[in-house]
């Protein structure tokens, strides 16, 4: 058994959302997501599996493939299919979330991948 106390060791970077793996094997990968008040991750989509989101901390938007805007708060789940857009801003407070995606044979087991919406 493995354990994880989700919202100890926090790290929230000034210049960018951050995407803290907290499992990546060969059966999925669990990211912490941490955004600070007002950042955000640009639209973009996990290409084969469904994306879980889980709120554990503070308030934001997620925008779904059709532009439809979501507030989101702690305790709640979003379900996106695989290869659906999305996106999301920390309101005005830091938002922390769990996601979650299966694993797909074409993985490559201990990373992470994907990008937050940096400007390069």
């Known amino acids: 058994m493995k354990t994880a106390h989700l919202l100890e060791k926090l790290e929230f970077h000034d210049s960018h959302p951050y995407a803290q793996p907290l499992l990546v094997d060969d059966q999925g990968r669990i990211i912490r997501f941490m955004l600070k008040a007002g950042q955000s991750i640009r639209e973009h989509s996990v290409p084969h599996s469904p994306f879980y989101v889980i709120i554990l ?5 997620f925008t779904d493939a059709t532009g439809q805007e979501q507030p989101v708060s702690p305790n709640m789940l979003l379900i996106f299919d695989p290869a659906e857009n999305h996106s999301v ?18 993985a490559r087991s ?11």
């Open 57 to 61: 901390q503070g308030h934001g938007i």
């Open 89 to 106: 801003i920390a309101a005005d407070e830091d938002l922390i979330f769990i996601g979650i995606l299966h694993s797909v044979p074409s």
């Open 110 to 120: 201990g990373v992470v991948g994907g990008e937050l919406g940096r400007e390069e």
